[in-house]
Each structure stands twice: as C-alpha cells, then as structure tokens.
C-alpha cells in the first residue's frame, strides 16, 4: 500500500464526491486540507468521517477562481500543519448544453474554476511545497477529447491535459511531479441530481465500458493515493485514463 505518513495534502472541491472520496483515501497516511465554496456541511462531514478514523484534517472554505481565497487556503494549510506536499485540483464544474445556448457567462464560470482556479491553487502551492519537491494531481476527465453539448466543459478539460504537461515540464527541477487523472463516468451527487444516473445514456456508457459497470468515487481515490505517493516518483507529465476501458 502507497506510503503517505508524514506528508500534507491539499485537496479542492473536497465536500462531497471524488473529492470527498480523494481526501479521505490521502488521510489513511496524510494530514488532510479539505477545500469547499459554498457546503460547509459535507465538508466538516468529511473531516468528521476522517478524524473518526484516526486521521487528522481541517476544512478550510476558498473560491480556487480567486486568489485572495487561494492564498488563504495555503495560509490556514501552513497554520494547521506546517508544511505541503501534495495538491489535488479536483474543484470543477460543468454544464452539458449545446452551442446555441452557451453564454459568456457559463463559459467564464467553467474556465475560471476548472482552468484558472488549477492554476492559481498550483502557484500557491509550489511556494509551500519543502525542498523534497511534491506532487500536484490534477483532475481531467475524458471528455477533453471532445463529447457532444460539451464544448466548454471539454475545452476546460483538454486545457488541463495541456496545463499537466506543461507545468510537468517546467516543474520537474524542482522536484514537483505533475500528473492528471481523467475519469469516465463515475456515480457521484452531481450525477444522480443531473438525472444521468438510471438514463439511457448511463446505460449506453455502461454497454461501452469493457468492465461493465459506471465507476465509484474510490475507484479514482485509489489512483489519487498512488500519484501523491512515492511509488509513483518516477511519473509525471502524465494522463491516467480511469475510465473502466470505456473510450
């Protein structure tokens, strides 16, 4: 099992779903920062389900698409645990609508949290992680190669596949590894409120997907735990596909 004791994590979007499933999978050996925008209740349940398990973590509320809040997550992050060595960019949004009906302002909302807000929180933290480097986890999906009624959301994601290996490269003489994982389907709140959940599209992606079933937040948790460990030192720059062989 990946080795995470004595190491700090940072992890965005963090109240609820693959976050959710994220920091509590990085708690089994780190101290954990659970980010939220606007639900305080699923986060302080994560940290409750965390500490309950022996764990240590705090929730820290921040808009990643806005540096001041960005600046002060990694403060209160020092302040709680003194030092850094992981992030998850796992903070996102999406809207599936076709083109007619796209406006300015889905698209700013989208780019400043999926894009920008990647950004902003990988600039802060590059400023805590110690001289032993660190890792940054970003989280993509696999429809950055393009699904229908999802030009902006797909544009976001392909601009993180580009962002991971450009941050990879610019990083790695500092001893910071930066790596994507981009899921398939994976049942989550979002998906059951959007009504994707029992749909005839839940079902074709089932019907396309070699493993047969629509993925679990752990299911991405567990690849998340490899990449913020040692075990994966040797990676980065690179896009690991969880999607179940669906393509």
């Known amino acids: 099992m990946s080795d995470l004791k004595g190491k700090v994590a940072v992890v965005t979007g963090a109240s609820k779903g693959i976050g959710a499933a994220i920091a509590k999978g990085l708690s089994a050996g780190a101290a954990v920062v659970v980010n939220y925008s606007s639900s305080k209740e699923g ?24 540096a001041e809040d ?25 809207k599936f609508i076709p083109l007619e009906e796209i406006t300015e302002d889905e698209f700013h909302r989208e780019f400043n949290i999926n894009v920008l807000g990647t950004i902003l929180a990988t600039k802060e933290a590059v400023k805590h992680f110690w001289l032993n480097g660190g890792s940054v986890i970003n989280i993509s999906s696999i429809a950055s190669a393009g ?34 994982i981009a899921p398939g389907g994976v049942e989550t709140e979002g ?40 075990d994966s030192a040797w990676l980065t720059g690179e896009r690991l596909t969880a999607s179940g062989g669906y393509r």
């Open 191 to 230: 998906m059951h409120s959007g009504g994707i959940m029992g749909s005839d599209f839940e079902k074709e992606m089932i019907a396309s997907t070699p493993l047969g079933r629509f993925g679990q937040p752990d299911d991405i948790a567990r690849i998340a735990v490899f990449l913020a460990s040692d």
């Open 147 to 180: 699904a229908p009624e999802a030009a902006i959301y797909s544009g976001s994601k392909g601009a993180i596949d580009a962002i991971t290996r450009a941050l990879a490269a610019e990083l790695g003489a500092r001893k910071i590894r930066v790596n994507a």
């Open 70 to 94: 960005v600046r002060r997550l990694f403060d209160e992050t020092k302040k709680a645990f003194g030092t850094l060595d992981v992030l998850v960019n796992n903070a996102g949004v999406y």
């Open 43 to 66: 986060a302080d349940r994560v940290v409750a389900d965390i500490k309950a398990k022996g764990g240590r973590a705090v929730a820290v509320k921040g808009d990643i698409a806005k």
